[in-house]
């Protein structure tokens, strides 16, 4: 199996300093800083938008894996994920995780999709890698 990398690079110190981030496929290469991290609206990314953007793709390959393995084929799903990043005893924590969740899936009742979805969930190999966070899940089967 592949093993994936990133790079990431920081100059200065925490509050003033800045640094560049590089995915080894070459489909990202951006800058991020603490106040790209704080939410000031400076511009570069932060490493809880990476993993909410991990997260959110890893869910609906998962989903859509179970889904299509249970018989019920989806038309699309699409997945945000909320990564908060939140002041603790001693510094911060990620924690939690929403994701959200809406499917278009023929032929599926809800009760089923809930299932699948949560079980997912649980089996998403991201979700897997964070099991220390609490992850919550709103799942909505949409009609066609």
């Known amino acids: 199996m592949p093993t994936r990398k990133a790079d990431a690079e920081w100059r200065g110190d925490l509050k003033q300093g800045e640094g560049t981030l590089h995915l080894g496929s070459g489909a990202f290469d951006g800058k991020y800083s603490f ?3 704080m939410g000031d609206g400076s ?6 938008e990476l993993i909410a953007a991990a997260h959110a793709g890893c869910y609906s390959m998962a989903l859509s894996a179970s ?6 084929t989806p038309t699309s799903v699409h997945t945000t994920a909320n ?5 603790v005893d001693g510094g911060f ?7 959200v969740t809406e499917a278009i899936v023929p032929g599926i009742d809800n009760a089923t999709f809930q299932k ?11 979700s897997k890698a964070l099991a220390a966070t609490d992850i919550h899940l709103k799942a909505t089967l949409l009609e066609q």
Request: glycine share 10%; aromatic share 2%.
């Open 35 to 37: 106040r790209s991290r």
């Open 43 to 48: 511009g570069g990314t932060n490493p809880e």
């Open 93 to 99: 924590a990620i924690n939690p995780i929403e994701l």
């Open 67 to 72: 889904l299509a393995g249970a018989g019920h």
């Open 116 to 126: 699948i979805a949560e079980d997912a969930k649980q089996n998403c190999p991201v």
């Open 83 to 87: 990564v908060h990043f939140n002041p």
